[in-house]
């Protein structure tokens, strides 16, 4: 077509727009929320659920490298998207679990527990038993009730550092013209709640 273009190397965004979804994904702008208000890093051991389509399980299982991801859902289906796009851009340490959280969590000393489910509060104690001690526990919630039954679950356990925020995104548009938000914006996605074990 006589034009001149350029071919870069996908990074991880890349991946996690590219690759095939099934259920809703938790954006990239919210699930880089869970790195920085847990801390995690490289080594550590990170249980999640539900898996969805693995976007962010793809990203837990970069910033945890050589550590390992436990992915729990209970829909075969969602599992296999997951597991196939983690087949395709990942790095090989994400172990998948065709089992329901809420009945429990099979691995101990985990630095985070990571949820997107719909009864989060129902994880709590299983979560606090899986945990060590300054492990976190995170929820993504697109409602306040469910952040209200988790955050009263969490008020039974020795949690600490309890908070809930969400992420509300507005990108500018920057013209010769003047500067102003854009027409359009990342508004409401859902409610991210955080606690530490104690």
């Known amino acids: 077509m006589g034009k001149n273009f350029s071919i870069l190397k996908p990074n991880l965004i890349d991946f996690i727009y590219m690759m095939r979804k099934m259920p809703q994904t938790i954006n990239p ?14 080594g550590d051991t ?23 991801v436990y992915s729990y859902d209970i829909n075969e289906s969602f599992l296999k ?8 851009y990942g790095k090989g340490n ?4 065709l089992k329901d959280i809420y009945e429990g969590i099979d691995e101990k000393e985990v630095d985070l527990v990571s949820l997107d489910l719909p009864e989060p509060y129902r994880v709590v ?8 001690a300054g492990g976190f526990i995170f929820s993504f919630s697109p ?10 679950e969490l008020s039974k356990y020795d949690f600490t550092e309890i908070k809930t925020i969400e ?23 859902g409610y991210m709640s955080f606690a530490r074990k104690a």
């Open 29 to 42: 702008d919210d699930a880089c929320q869970i790195i920085a208000n847990t801390g995690i890093s490289s």
């Open 46 to 68: 990170v249980v999640e659920a539900g898996a969805g389509s693995g976007a962010v399980t793809l990203l837990l299982s970069y910033i945890v490298f050589p550590g390992t």
């Open 81 to 88: 998207v997951a597991k196939d796009n983690i087949d395709t």
């Open 94 to 97: 994400v172990s998948f679990k």
């Open 125 to 132: 104690g299983h979560a606090y038993e899986a945990l060590r």
């Open 143 to 152: 409602c306040i009730e469910q952040v209200i039954d988790f955050r009263r």
């Open 167 to 189: 992420s509300i995104i507005r990108e500018y548009e920057v013209k010769e013209k003047g500067t102003r938000p854009k027409t359009r914006m990342l508004g409401h996605t």
